[in-house]
């Protein structure tokens, strides 16, 4: 009997001797306990966990079955949506991103998730921020570590909400009555005081902290972040440089953790290694979320990055002579699931992410061992050995005749980086990617946030400076500063940060940046606040990347790949709107219900 139904039972039990009972003493309400938020936050404890709440949420992006940063890599230069065989998941954008479409399902998309979770944050955070004054501290200083703590939380879910849906409600304090009356504030509007609530947060968050939880580093990076989206590029120089020169982080450029003395690697795959993550030796991470297998409150079902990142390789695959040449089986004599991963090929790039966007052949990144190729695989079905001359060589895409010998090169058929892919799976006998700390922000980054601000700033000098502090780890060679312009730095983030950065949101930043700043962009272009969902970077740059959007490319399932200029903004839910009965949500332009829009709020009341 199962402890569920046993406790079932029992309660079952005691109910039928009390209503046998002449006794009416029973009926009286006796709680054991009282939950009320004006004593639960009496104690600074009480406090942290509403933060601790917002660290474990932070995680859920990258982790389980179509995790939400598959969407924002989606809507991007990088990749594409790869499921092939069902209608549904986001690939003709033009028809199955609107407002009252499934936005929240892992067949689909989650731009609804980042809606729901974004808010879900701010009001945790918003718990912490409005009862601060309630506890009894030992001193300021423990008060406003908590309270920049708080804002950081609240600040990064802003940063975020803003470059995915543009101009959105602003909630500053705990909501805890029924509210239907929120009214959309205009973006930058947000960010100037989300950058007023982190110049506090950098001042008290301390410098070293537990890993999985904010850091002076990490509430600088953020910052760097919101200077840049608000065009302030000096103080982005400025905030960057708190992080790359304040002594407490620093690149990984030498061999350090579990793999350190095994010479076929190199610190790339360091870097990336589950163990080495959160280890005091790395000075890199700079905000990662934690999660391993057997510690309590693990993610169920791990990362899955291998099932949803890596090609579906053993499946749809044929030799040069007809056979069926791959298989997921383990244990057998070319047992390619246990050292790959059983992937279904989800998250497609793009040729860009995988070939043009590498420069230089020295590139670590790029290198045989940390990075996989379709030929690195060899035919493996037993069922064809002894009676296939291919069963143990290497995967062709063509046979001599030069026909496919695969039904789905979408889907079956790329490059992956492995080092960060590959996540051992203890938990499966056909692993898909287990239990890992994960990178949140990273100090490679904020290398690259301040060649970007230097770059708005015309020196290319610094920029170029900045950029090859992260191509130099990798061993590829340096860019001079004539070469550096947004579409170089875009690269450089793309070679670095796959499967970190949240890239929409990135490009839709700096597509407001060049719309900002009339700035003329690498393409010949200028771009402005007044059409700018009708013309931006956004657009243009997937247009320039992507092999797959609007170029007449089809799934086996007959959906067509399309994007168009007014997805640099993300639908807002229908139902978040309709919910609002007593105020207006605005709507993005390209969506039903923009005609309905009023102006934004423009100041905070």
Not at 42 to 56: I, Q, S
Not at 139 to 166: C, P, V
Request: hydrophobic share 35%; glycine share 6%; net charge neutral.
């Amino acid at each position: 009997m199962n402890k569920k139904r046993s406790l079932c039972l029992g309660v079952v039990a005691l109910a039928a001797t009390a209503l046998t009972s002449c006794e009416k003493s029973w009926l009286e309400p006796k709680p054991l306990s009282f939950f009320a938020p004006e004593n639960t936050f009496n104690d600074p404890a009480g406090l942290r966990a509403t933060l601790v709440a917002c660290e474990r949420n932070l995680r859920y992006e990258w982790y389980g079955d179509n995790p939400p940063l598959l969407t924002e890599s989606i809507f991007s230069d990088i990749a594409v949506e790869g499921t092939t065989d069902k209608s549904g998941p986001a690939q003709n954008m033009n028809l199955q991103i609107t407002p009252d479409a499934q936005l929240n399902h892992v067949d689909y998309n989650r731009i609804g998730w980042y809606w729901l979770e974004g808010y879900k944050g701010i009001k945790y955070a918003n718990a912490a921020i409005t009862r601060i004054d309630q506890p009894k501290y030992k001193s300021d200083e423990e008060k406003n570590a908590i309270l920049g703590t708080a804002y950081f939380h609240r600040a990064y879910r802003y940063y975020r909400l803003t470059h995915q849906f543009g101009d959105v409600p602003l909630i500053l304090e705990e909501v805890n009555t029924p509210k239907l009356d929120f009214q959309s504030t205009k973006r930058e509007v947000i960010l100037k005081r989300m950058k007023e609530d982190l110049e506090f947060a950098e001042k008290w968050v301390p410098a070293v902290a537990d890993k999985g939880t904010v850091n002076k580093g990490s509430v600088s990076h953020l910052l760097t972040k919101v200077n840049l989206a608000l065009g302030l590029f000096d103080d982005a120089i400025k905030s960057a440089s708190n992080v790359i020169e304040g002594g407490t982080h620093s690149l990984m450029k030498n061999r350090f953790g579990v793999n350190m003395a095994d010479a076929t690697k190199n610190v790339i795959w360091d870097l990336h290694r589950p163990e080495n993550k959160a280890i005091a030796a790395n000075r890199e991470g700079l905000m990662l979320v934690i999660d391993r297998l057997l510690i309590e409150g693990n993610f169920d079902g791990g990362i899955q990055i291998m099932r949803n990142a890596v090609p579906f390789w053993f499946n749809n695959i044929n030799t040069p002579t007809g056979n069926r040449g791959t298989i997921d089986t383990y244990n057998i004599e070319f047992d390619q699931v246990t050292s790959v991963g059983r992937g279904i090929g989800r998250l497609r790039p793009t040729w860009y992410s995988t070939h043009s966007v590498w420069d230089d052949k020295n590139d670590l990144r790029h290198a045989p061992g940390n990075w996989m190729r379709m030929e690195d695989l060899v035919y493996n079905n037993p069922a064809i050995k002894g009676r296939d001359p291919y069963y143990g060589k290497k995967l062709q895409l063509r046979n001599d005749a030069g026909a496919v010998l695969t039904i789905d090169t979408i889907r079956c058929w790329f490059d992956w980086p492995a080092y960060k892919l590959y996540i051992p799976d203890p938990e499966r006998l056909q692993p898909t990617g287990g239990h890992t700390d994960w990178y949140v922000f990273r100090l490679a980054e904020t290398y690259l946030l301040r060649a970007e601000a230097h770059f708005w700033k015309g020196d290319l000098v610094n920029a170029a400076k900045d950029l090859n502090e992260v191509r130099a780890r990798a061993g590829a060679a340096p860019l001079a500063p004539a070469a550096i312009n947004i579409g170089t730095i875009l690269d450089e983030r793309a070679r670095e940060l796959y499967f970190e950065e949240p890239r929409k949101t990135e490009l839709t930043r700096i597509a407001y940046i060049l719309a900002q700043t009339g700035k003329q962009a690498y393409n010949g272009k200028t771009y402005s606040l007044t059409n700018f969902s009708d013309n931006n970077f956004f657009y243009d740059r997937i247009m320039e990347k992507s092999n797959f959007y609007n170029k007449g490319v089809k799934t086996r399932h007959g959906d067509e790949y399309k994007i168009s200029p007014y997805h640099v903004l993300w639908p807002i839910p229908q139902n978040a709107i309709d919910g609002n009965s007593k105020g207006i949500i605005n709507q993005n332009k390209g969506y039903s219900g923009y005609e309905r829009n009023v102006p934004p709020l423009t100041e905070i009341k």
